[in-house]
């Protein structure tokens, strides 16, 4: 019988996944972050996909010759020169995977959120970007490199976002705001001042910023201005953004499906939610956004066994459901 693989790869973690073609997840492997564009380097990211497919292969009982197919959905596969560099990696770790693909990782929450061939999704995790698949079956991939790119969207920017405006409001060139303190208590500084200091000496680095996200999802909540304001403005990039795609694949007549993906978008209050779906139906008034049914690395489970030439029908994605691993949720609610 087939096995097939899917990987998901991001900033802040890895999983790996086997099941066989009629939908049955034999075991879910996990690993550390592997972002070969981050600090870690292609071996740093290789150790941790590495991690995450031993651990399953294990728990299925398989080795990776008997994989099928192969689907690697992977943060920092952007250039073409990126996809080379990971595919060498992946050929020479495992010379024994038959066939396998590279992906970027945008396209296994695509994949997790609609059972179409063709759609938009805008991940919003600790980084952000938009992809899309148009009806003519051509790929885009929008976004994903960084401020200086147009990118902004996800858990780092929110947070230094949140330490902005917790200047601003103590120096009184915005307004004040709770944010000022949650930050000081995150970091661990009595005072603004000492904050700066430690940011001019560079003794503070700001490794953990984006765990600041869900705080200002929290003070948002509670009614402060300047934290709404920053997810307002973020919800509406990111819907400018994702109009992008759809302009470019001319989808933005259509009923198509835009898939939040990311954690970023779970955040306690809907303001980013709300704004990013004025942003998109002003382009695109028959879009409808929908929150993945799965996690990332099912959608690359999903990717696998399509790109081996088989079909997923409904029997499938009910062995699938009934054989889901604990760890990997299935999500009914609308967006």
Not at 34 to 53: K, L, P, T, Y
Not at 195 to 215: E, F, M
Request: proline share 3%; with cysteine.
């Amino acid at each position: 019988m087939p096995y097939f693989l899917g990987v998901d790869g991001g900033n802040s973690k890895t999983f790996a996944l086997v099941g066989d073609e009629t939908g049955r997840l034999l075991a879910l492997g996990k690993g550390g972050p592997s972002n070969h564009q981050a600090r870690f380097g292609v071996d740093g990211a290789m150790a941790a996909i590495g991690e995450a497919v031993e651990q399953a292969l294990t728990g299925a009982g398989l080795s990776i010759t008997d994989i099928a197919h192969a689907a690697f959905c992977l943060a920092g596969a952007d250039y073409p020169s990126d996809y080379d560099l990971l595919s060498g990696a992946i050929a020479q770790r495992w010379p024994g995977l038959k066939q396998f693909s590279v992906h970027n990782d945008s396209f296994a929450g695509l994949r997790a959120g609609t059972s179409r061939s063709w759609g938009v999704v805008s991940v919003c995790g600790t980084g952000t970007n938009q992809a899309g698949i148009g009806k003519d079956g051509r790929e885009l991939q929008v976004g994903g490199m960084g401020y200086i790119y147009g990118d902004f969207g996800g858990g780092g920017d929110l947070g230094r976002e949140a330490v902005r405006a917790a200047f601003m409001g103590a120096e009184q060139r915005g307004p004040a705001t709770t944010l000022t303190q949650v930050v000081l208590e995150h970091f661990g500084y009595a005072s603004t001042a000492d904050l700066s200091y430690a940011i001019y000496t560079r003794q503070w680095d700001g490794v953990n910023v984006h765990r600041l996200a869900p705080k200002v999802f929290a003070e948002a909540r509670k009614g402060d201005q300047a934290a709404q304001e920053i997810l307002v403005r973020m919800g509406t990039l990111l819907g400018q953004s994702v109009c992008g795609v759809l302009r470019e694949l001319n989808l933005a007549e259509e009923a198509v499906d835009v898939v939040m993906a990311g954690s970023t978008w779970k955040g306690e209050t809907p303001i980013m939610v709300d704004a990013f779906r004025l942003a998109v139906h002003r382009v695109a008034p028959r879009a409808k956004l929908v929150r993945p049914r799965y996690e990332p690395v099912v959608g690359s489970w999903l990717l696998a066994v399509e790109k081996a030439g088989l079909t997923v029908d409904q029997a499938v994605y009910g062995a699938l459901e009934a054989s889901m691993p604990q760890d990997l949720s299935i999500y009914k609610e609308e967006a």
